[in-house]
């Protein structure tokens, strides 16, 4: 992060940064996600986003893709445009002390970070208190703790009041202003948001969220292209590494399945023979 970059945040005196934590299953990662972050950056509700996979969404039945693989697509669509701006925390052993097991999965994974606001910032101080340079954040530039806010879609605010621990332990953090709420207007959803008696921040993104990542499961599935919902880096890692997508058989696994008389010892030594004499043809020629 360059020192200009830093200065805009105060340098040591001024407003503290404000974070926005950005979190679900990202199953994938898509071009509505990139948007929200655009809109949040842009109408300046916040100056850093964490992008939070979760193992889990406790609102959905389908498992999704590991958490490396959602955490990799969602670095090949963030760190091209916000390398300074933005950082993919997808390290789950920071929150086991808050949590384990079956409680470690889903929302209740976030309850572990929103339980104490303190918590994001321990893990960056030394043993005197000083703030370390991690995650993506020049902590030792700042005199103060950041602020911390929650981004939601509107959609998802409807579900807000389902997460664990919410009355007793995520309500009273927001009205106590220890933790914010960035909305992102989602297009569909008409009329104030009537969930959130408290005080937050809306946000407009200037392009319609219609974009689902159920439905680019599907399409991925289908073999139609979703060049419109993902990035180009993001879909070659998806593609490369069969993700979503139908397993292609190589040529070996087509044979294999048209022998099935041959032990799999057997089948191996004739594959050998097979690629011997071709590799041998290769050198004539």
């Avoid at 889903?106 to 994001?120: D, S």
């Avoid at 008696?197 to 399409?219: F, N, Q, T």
Wanted: charged share 30%; net charge negative.
């Amino acid at each position: 992060m360059n020192t200009e970059y830093i200065e805009k945040f105060g340098n040591g005196s001024l407003v503290p940064m404000r974070i926005g934590l950005l979190m679900g299953s990202f199953d994938p990662f898509h071009n509505g996600h990139m948007a929200m972050m655009d809109a949040c950056f842009e109408q300046d509700a916040v100056d850093f986003i964490w992008v939070i996979p979760t193992p889990q969404n406790p609102f959905k039945e389908s498992s999704p893709i590991s958490l490396k693989d959602r955490a990799e697509i969602i670095r090949r669509h963030i760190f091209p445009r916000y390398r300074d701006r933005a950082y993919v925390w997808d390290d789950i052993s920071a929150f086991e002390e808050f949590g384990n097991g079956e409680s470690m999965y889903g929302y209740a994974q976030i309850q572990a970070v929103l339980e104490t606001k303190e918590f994001l910032f321990h893990l960056f101080k030394d043993d005197d208190g000083t703030l370390l340079e991690s995650k993506g954040i020049q902590w030792s530039q700042l005199s103060q703790e950041p602020s911390v806010s929650l981004i939601l879609g509107t959609d998802a605010i409807f579900d807000f009041p389902k997460w664990k621990n919410y009355q007793e332990k995520i309500r009273p953090l927001i009205e106590n202003k220890e933790l914010g709420l960035v909305e992102v207007k989602r297009h569909g959803y008409e009329g104030e948001t009537f969930l959130l008696p408290y005080e937050h921040v809306r946000v407009v993104p200037d392009i319609c969220l219609g974009i689902s990542s159920s439905a680019i499961r599907k399409r991925l599935r289908e073999g139609f292209p979703c060049d419109l919902y993902m990035s180009f880096s993001a879909l070659a890692y998806c593609y490369a590494n069969e993700l979503y997508v139908p397993h292609r058989p190589t040529v070996k696994e087509i044979i294999r399945k048209k022998h099935p008389e041959m032990t799999d010892e057997e089948f191996d030594k004739s594959w050998e023979a097979f690629e011997r004499v071709t590799e041998e043809k290769s050198k004539k020629k």
